[in-house]
């Protein structure tokens, strides 16, 4: 089967680095299989999503190195991914991703084995739900769908999720790659693994990286279809209330006045900056004084200068085009 | 006075502990790179703005290309001020900028220079490195990933197109 969705970029060192447009899956195999290409002893990072011929326009130099900030394209992903931290407490993060887990394999027809999960090689968890259960085709929205339904999975397995990785151009460590802080490595973990090693132990056997097979791709699932069909459709509503933010409004969001007042947590900051941008561009308000009202939150809460002034000025952008 | 593991595995914390210990990094005592000279590629520059008085300006990003801080980064700005300016032409003449114009395009190559780096230290004892002097000693073609996929990209530069 072709996929119509090949591209992706790939960032070899810290996640500021440069983005390079890459063959995803060719890349991802790399990495599964620690290839000398893939250079799992340097940071390493995929895109979140894969992309079809639009990414190319985000093209600017000849070695395929990409501009991504405010694309906003058709993309999708092979794996529903839960990135789990749980405040970098590994106790925590292993208990609610063993939760998450079980969740899933009790309520889909899924094998463990068509599961991809990963020791950060930090403090937490990222765990792969193939898409394939959800019968999910790629769109302009498919990363607010995942995040929906991921989000619907986590509340019922009572876990709570970094949702920053549903943003359609957030990187995501690539397996097998070397953390630049802990030296350790993103290493796959079979369910029985995470279900029965202790977090210490799990945590020690990150410390080589660990090649591993692809999983087979499952059929869909008629409860997983029905699943990110109800989040389809509460994604479409909210998108409709953000519409319905015409030029009548005279309030902004309650979000946009907490983002100013306290900043935000961890997680959700890139998000909600961009947000309040976004709300502020509703308002017809000048780039400087969103600037101005927005980056000493953004700044308090951990974010460096380049990333606020980037979710500022993406924000702004999506609020003058809705 | 007992072993600590010990004393942990009484309270019932040495597996929460270790994990811990093992999932911390320590803290690196500043990002700073040390004065000295440098082979340092210059890898990106992007247009800024001061953050107290809104200055317009250009930030070159080096890259440390050789010896044991290799990766490490650090930043030049050129500032758009009268003051300024023929600094700023200076500097930026060495990358083959003649026109304004060329600073709305992405560096079209890795300029690879040699840098004498000092350090800066402001009134509250923030340290800051700064970048004494830099000469371009090779223009770079970047090199596409392992990965990248076959065909181009109608949208990109033409591979050895200059500014």
């Known amino acids: 089967m072709i996929n119509a969705m090949p591209l992706g970029y790939r960032i070899v060192g810290p996640c500021s680095r440069e983005r390079r447009l890459v063959d995803y899956d060719r890349a991802f195999a790399a990495y599964a299989d620690c290839d000398d290409l893939a250079q799992i002893d340097r940071e390493g990072f995929l895109s979140p999503f894969q992309y079809g011929d639009a990414i190319r326009s985000r093209v600017v130099r000849p070695d395929g190195t990409l501009d991504v900030r405010g694309f906003t394209g058709p993309h999708w992903s092979r794996y529903l991914w839960a990135d789990i931290d749980d405040d970098g407490n590994i106790d925590r993060a292993t208990a609610s991703a063993r939760r998450l887990v079980a969740w899933v394999l009790e309520r889909y027809q899924v094998d463990e084995s068509e599961l991809l999960v990963f020791f950060s090689g930090s403090k937490g968890f990222h765990v792969g739900i193939p898409t394939s259960l959800f019968a999910a085709a790629s769109s302009d929205v498919f990363g607010r769908v995942a995040r929906q339904v991921a989000e619907d999975i986590a509340t019922k397995a009572d876990v709570r999720l970094d949702t920053a990785i549903y943003n359609i151009v957030q990187p995501l460590r690539a397996p097998n790659s070397r953390h630049g802080k802990t030296g350790r490595h993103k290493r796959f973990l079979t369910v029985d693994e995470l279900i029965q090693v202790r977090p210490a132990a799990i945590v020690e056997r990150s410390a080589e990286p660990l090649a591993f097979d692809l999983p087979e791709t499952p059929a869909a699932d008629e409860r997983a279809v029905a699943d990110w069909q109800s989040a389809c459709e509460q994604t479409n509503r909210k998108t409709e209330a953000v519409r319905c933010c015409d030029n009548d409004r005279t309030e902004l969001n309650l979000a946009t006045l907490e983002f100013i007042r306290d900043g935000a947590d961890e997680g959700d900051r890139h998000r909600l900056l961009y947000s309040a941008a976004a709300n502020l561009a509703e308002f017809g308000c000048p780039p400087r004084l969103a600037h101005a009202l927005l980056t000493e939150s953004a700044l308090d809460s951990g974010l460096p200068p380049a990333d606020v002034r980037r979710a500022i000025d993406n924000g702004l952008s999506k609020g003058v085009t809705e | ?163």
Request: aromatic share 8%.
């Open chain 2, 1 to 163: 006075m007992g072993k600590l593991s010990s004393i942990l595995r009484q309270q019932g914390s040495l597996d929460s502990i270790k994990s811990a210990w093992d999932t911390t990094a320590a803290a690196a005592d500043n990002d700073v790179l040390p004065k000295g000279e440098y082979v340092a590629d210059i890898v990106a520059g992007e247009a800024i703005e001061s953050r107290t008085k809104g200055t317009p300006g250009y930030r070159l990003t080096f890259e440390v290309a050789e010896g044991e801080h290799t990766g490490g980064r650090f930043w030049h700005e050129c500032w758009f001020t009268e003051a300024a300016m023929s600094r700023t032409k200076r500097d930026l003449s060495k990358l083959g900028v003649t026109d304004l114009e060329q600073l709305e395009r992405p560096l079209p190559a890795v300029f690879r220079c040699n840098v004498k780096l000092a350090i800066r230290r402001d009134d509250d004892g923030n340290e800051g490195n700064r970048v004494r002097r830099f000469e371009v000693v090779e223009v770079i073609t970047p090199e596409p990933d392992a990965f990248a996929p076959d065909g181009g990209s109608e949208n990109a530069p033409e591979s050895g197109e200059t500014f």
